[in-house]
């Protein structure tokens, strides 16, 4: 299965891949589509004085760093609800729902820290109890 690209990083590319029925939640997380491709920055905010060779907090390099922190994490955020609305759509959920919400919770809690793999695998054996 090939990567996708950021630029195909889309509920609706999403959407349209679910519905030809040869492409799963399983190929969307395998293919990459939740993948961050956002660069999480070094703490590199220390720059060297031309005239005396001391360190010194780069005040212009801080505001770059905290920059590429905010759009990492909108990024994040973004793919994170990507994932949930797609997992919905897959199992033809309706999200607004509390007890759908509440097993993806505990989907997340329990699979996160493995991946979104994990929480679609977890989340398939609730599905038969929330229906």
Not at 38 to 59: A, F, M
Not at 67 to 77: D, G, L, P, V, Y
Request: glycine fraction near 4%; charged fraction near 35%; charge should be negative.
């Amino acid at each position: 299965m090939e990567k996708v690209t950021q630029e195909e990083q889309t509920f609706d590319h999403i959407k349209k891949l679910f519905k030809t029925g040869r492409y799963d939640i399983y190929d969307a997380v395998r293919a990459g589509f939740f993948e961050n491709h956002c660069e999480y920055p070094k703490r590199d905010i220390y720059s060297v004085c031309e005239h005396c060779g001391s360190k010194y907090k780069d005040e212009k390099k801080e505001i770059e760093r905290r920059e590429k922190i905010n759009a990492f994490h909108t990024e994040e955020s973004r793919l994170y609800t990507m994932f949930k609305d797609a997992l919905f759509l897959y199992h033809d959920l309706d999200g607004s729902q509390e007890r759908v919400q509440k097993a993806f919770a505990l989907a997340w809690d329990r699979g996160h820290p493995s991946g979104y793999h994990e929480v679609a695998n977890v989340f398939e054996d609730l599905v038969d109890l929330i229906r």
